[in-house]
């Protein structure tokens, strides 16, 4: 059974960094882009960043270009997302998803194969 799991929300002041932890189980590692989305309320999901395990290429959305960081743990089957320099407009529920994909880089689209439940982050002011 393909689980993904999204932890390391939380309240955060403006200028402060979360850690966002997605733990992976079922499939293979390898074979998949990971990309984590958000969405704030009242607004449509999108997706923020992704990471391609095998190779390590990532994508990041403009938004948070240059304050967030994905990584991946290959052994660990996990992938990760640093924030920081965290604002107000980043409050959202972040979530975790995994599509499969043998291309370079991350896929083009933002279909997703399979979801795990968010995480919530809040960035006071």
């Known amino acids: 059974e393909v689980q993904l799991q999204a932890s390391g929300g939380g309240l955060v002041q403006a200028g402060g960094s979360l850690r966002l932890s997605c733990a992976a189980s079922?499939?293979?590692?390898?074979?998949?882009?990971i990309r984590w989305f958000r969405q704030a309320p009242g607004k449509e999901r999108e997706g923020v960043s992704c990471i391609t395990p095998y190779d390590g290429a990532t994508y990041y959305k403009d938004p948070v270009k240059g304050r967030f960081a994905i990584s991946a743990d290959n052994a660990k089957s996990a992938v990760y997302l640093q924030m920081n320099s965290l604002k107000p407009e980043d409050t959202a529920v972040y979530y975790c998803a995994a599509t499969e994909w043998y291309g370079r880089g991350c896929p083009p689209g933002l279909h997703m194969d399979h979801w795990g439940k968010g995480t919530l982050v809040t960035v006071s002011s």
């Open positions: 079922g499939f293979t590692f390898d074979d998949y882009a």
